[in-house]
């Protein structure tokens, strides 16, 4: 009950708005309505048709705000805790100033365990479920909560000061923070979500949130590929401890350098770690010893790139204490999460792989690199955010699938930027259009060569035609394997 007794200290007796009232928001009232039954809360969301509000009207201590004036009147609120869907825009100037805080910055401020953070634009799934692999492998008191599980707070009458938390972290999560994990570790930041945020500053500066508040008994893994989290580092209290691809294959010497502080943490291993790839093994330095971890081959995650997500959950892991052949061996028995180059299956003498999770124009750019030439469809297109597609344009003239399939969306603004890439060049390369899944699966299996991939990797986001990446995904194996099999009984 102690880390509660801070929560609801700050809640007691205040006028609370809950905004939002999806997975976090429902959390949230259930809980504060469980410890405090007879104190009012506000609810406010915007869709008043929403089915969860419906077991809200039967509670005479709920005051429910509806509509497009659901966050009116900010001003008098005491609190306003926020769900992470919630556009800074929308909040208006009364907010400023005001407080708000979230579910997130709760869970932080009150967890009685060792909590590692982990953010990025992507990878965040794959790095957190991986680290949590590794410390359940030699912890038994590990939870996985936030964007890849359980609202945080459903948690947290379950959790000691020898709990070990993993918490993934989205940028709409980490936006209205004021306290920083023990463990922070930040992976990569590109162009996304700026339909939500002002700005590119706007978003980097909601990411690197994450590391902020740190202290300096606190540890912060980052990738040092990305100047934005560089200078992250440089701002945190935090130790630092970075790792890049772009030095693989330098000098173990040369390339772990000393952490940044001097202090220690209480329930961290020293000395620090650091890592490095050399000739297709990751190594662990630890003070003045360097000890191999584990061969590239034997990690069960396709395409080079995911070494950015193995090497800071190891660095995690070891800060956690767990020892290195346990790592190793978790590391081989990983399964990989769906819609990550997930092999689908293979018909007609065509490979199909399944990338739904690609959002951005450099995913895209990646599973085209680790194909290395042999892709001869890939599917593209979705939901507009207004990136810049120059970069895919050129990646699709470097490896040239034998055919383009675009969805609406984005599809046409990536043929442009193709057709502007390669000016008078012929690249060889059919383009098509498809209005769902089964069209672009059908063109597929007519236009993709035998023995070369089709890859769904859509560089985009699934709203509009699909319910999210996952419903995409899924569409697209369904009709892989259905127009497959129909083609093999024939």
């Avoid at 934005?228 to 209290?237: K, M």
């Avoid at 939901?383 to 383009?404: C, E, F, G, T, V």
Wanted: net charge negative; aromatic share 8%; proline share 5%.
């Amino acid at each position: 009950m102690e880390p509660w007794k801070s929560i609801l200290d700050l809640v007691r007796d205040r006028k609370v708005l809950i905004a939002g009232f999806g997975r976090e928001g429902r959390s949230t009232y259930r809980l504060l309505r469980e410890r405090l039954p007879e104190q009012v809360l506000h609810v406010g969301d915007r869709n008043g048709s929403h089915e969860a509000l419906d077991g809200l009207r039967g509670d005479p201590k709920a005051v429910l705000h509806t509509g497009d004036a659901y966050l009116r009147d900010l001003e008098s609120y005491d609190l306003v805790i926020k769900a992470p869907g919630i556009p800074p825009s929308e909040l208006g100037p009364a907010a400023v100033g005001h407080k708000i805080t979230s579910q997130t910055d709760l869970f932080l401020r009150v967890c009685p365990g060792t909590v590692v953070g982990i953010t990025g634009t992507k990878g965040k799934s794959t790095c957190a479920s991986l680290t949590f692999a590794l410390l359940k492998a030699h912890h038994t008191d590990v939870h996985l909560l936030g964007n890849i599980g359980r609202p945080a707070l459903d948690d947290l009458d379950r959790l000691t000061p020898d709990s070990l938390v993993v918490y993934e972290l989205s940028s709409h999560q980490l936006a209205d923070v004021h306290n920083s994990p023990q463990i922070s570790v930040l992976l990569n930041i590109y162009s996304e979500h700026l339909d939500y945020y002002e700005n590119m500053e706007a978003y980097v500066r909601a990411k690197t949130n994450i590391a902020r508040f740190a202290g300096p008994r606190d540890v912060l893994i980052y990738n040092d590929s990305f100047e934005e989290l560089r200078h992250a580092a440089q701002e945190s209290a935090a130790r630092g401890i970075f790792y890049s691809l772009e030095c693989l294959d330098c000098s173990l010497a040369d390339s772990l350098g000393s952490a940044r502080g001097d202090s220690s943490g209480e329930n961290l291993a020293e000395p620090l770690p650091r890592i490095l790839c050399r000739e297709d093994t990751l190594y662990l330095r630890e003070g003045e010893g360097v000890e191999s971890v584990i061969s590239v081959e034997d990690i069960p995650l396709a395409g080079r790139f995911n070494l950015n997500n193995v090497m800071p959950a190891i660095i995690a892991a070891r800060l956690l204490r767990v020892p290195v052949p346990v790592i190793r061996e978790a590391l081989k028995r990983f399964t990989p999460l769906e819609h990550r180059l997930e092999f689908v299956g293979k018909f007609k003498d065509i490979e199909f792989f399944d990338d739904s999770i690609s959002t951005i124009p450099e995913c895209a750019m990646a599973a085209l690199e680790h194909f290395s030439g042999r892709v001869g469809s890939l599917i593209l297109g979705g939901h507009d955010r207004k990136n810049d597609y120059r970069a895919l344009a050129k990646a699709l003239l470097k490896h040239r699938p034998d055919a383009l399939i675009l969805f609406p969306g984005t599809g046409d603004a990536m043929l442009r930027a193709f057709e502007a890439a390669r000016g008078t060049l012929n690249a060889g390369i059919e383009t098509f259009r498809a209005r769902n899944m089964e069209e672009a699966v059908t063109l597929a299996y007519a236009h993709t060569p035998r023995g070369k991939v089709c890859l769904l990797s859509p560089a985009s986001p699934s709203f509009g035609l699909f319910k999210d990446f996952a419903d995409r995904g899924d569409q697209f194996k369904m009709w892989v394997r259905r127009l497959g099999e129909a083609f093999d009984s024939k």
